[in-house]
């Protein structure tokens, strides 16, 4: 599936919630299937900067495909299920193809309204650091 | 004196934004520590100022210029009587607790503290009652000691008394804390902190609007609060310090207004309270700050605290009950603060999920990092009440917490 192939899927399955708490629990879920990562990666350097709870996110090259694996503290279950969900739509793109990704389902799951402005700038870090693995590893590969 | 109780419906009926859904639900309001509410009069008196004698204030000889600047100290009037200060010259305008705290460290404690003197904080401190002593300290060569804290959150005052020297020249506590609701013993700190010939200086940002403050009982040498805490506007705090002192204290702030003759050679500084307060001054939020200080004359302190003291009472049981759950603060007395923590919850999400819910804590540290280091945690989720909270709004509190911990668990 293609990034915005995989974005129309989470913007369909969250009209189907009413109440924002559902959306909240849905990603909650996301959180707790994420496979736990190595403790090696568990250090600062692979720390995303800007979030209020310890959120870890690496990246390997396959095939000039990009794969991302994160994890967060135990406690931050939100903050996990986000990074579960944007790892859902970019890991197994190209490079290029997450650098350049225009992410829309953010705006319209209600995900801005959904975070508070705190935790959306966690978001941000979080799509900010993948991003900036995309645009490396196309510059590598080029 | 006997306490009264409040009609709470009238009085939320003061408070438009009250009257509000958040994310469709009822607004809940419970970040009262950070910044209450403003009631009708208040927000009122901020655009009658501005729709009826807007004017720059002091120096004016015109109509407009007379009522602003009788209009704005009135107010200095109204606060010297809501802390019983000798006198107004003892209230200087400050843009809050902080501006008001900055201010000592810049002014009395440059003049006042040197290379090798002592300055005495609680570990419970706001950041802006840690880091302008840390300055002053760096700039100075001054020593800042930690006065540690029990577990219940009250200070260890067999600490304080090892740690009040001949050496001490400020002790600088706050009156009452924000991340855990606790009332410290000023009276007795500032008795022996006096004994040992320091002086006392009172951070009242979580005490002006809840405790009886009054400056000459307590003999408190400065005593610092914010207005938009206690009902009031933001950007506007007073510094209440004695005379003797403040009279001793170098200006702050150089410009207009505090002057009394200013050539090339040499410049001459106004008479108290101006000396501290050069420029134009925030007149419109002080002008409004007025009719917050009524408002709670009007509805009583002690009826507002005896209230509050119901909903704190009533929080503390109803929450007790929930799973994993932990009060970071349990002194023996307390402000309307209830600061928890939950067992495999972090607490932003806590919050995040408390406002889906309309209802509004605060989340985090709490400019408190010490303090939650000393806990061993990295924060708290911490809900505090005011005069127009009911009992209602802590049932839907309690069931949003459950609710939370369903969802995370």
Redesign the interface.
Known sequence: MTINEKQDEIIDTFELFDDPLDKTQYIIDLGKKLSPIDEQYKTDDYLIKGCQSRVWLYAELKDNLLYFYGDGEPEAQIAKGLISMLIDVLSGQTPENIANADLYFIERVGMSSLVTSRRAGGLNSMIQKMKQYGSVYSKLHA | MEVQTIDIDTVRSLFPVLDQKV??KPLVYFDNAATTQKPRQVIDALTGYYEGYNANIHRGIHTLAEKATSAFEETRAAIRRFINAPSTDEVIFTYGTTDGINLIAKTFGRQFIGAGDEILISTMEHHSNIVPWQMLCEEKGCILKVIPIHDSGEIDMEAFDRLLTDRTRLVSVGHASNALGTVNPVKEIIGKAHAAGARVLVDGAQGASHLDVDVQAMDVDFYVFSLHKMYGPTGMGILYGKREILDAMPPYRGGGEMIREVTFEKTTYADLPYKFEAGTPNIADVVAAKTAVEFIEALGKANIAAHEKALLDYATAAVATIDGLRIIGQAREKVSVLSFVID???H??M???L???GIAVRT?HHCTQPLMKRYGISGTSRASFAVYNTIEEIDILKAGIE?AVK??R
């Open positions: 994310n469709g495999g919850i972090h932003e999400d919050g995040v999920i406002d889906q819910q985090g609710r969802m995370l």
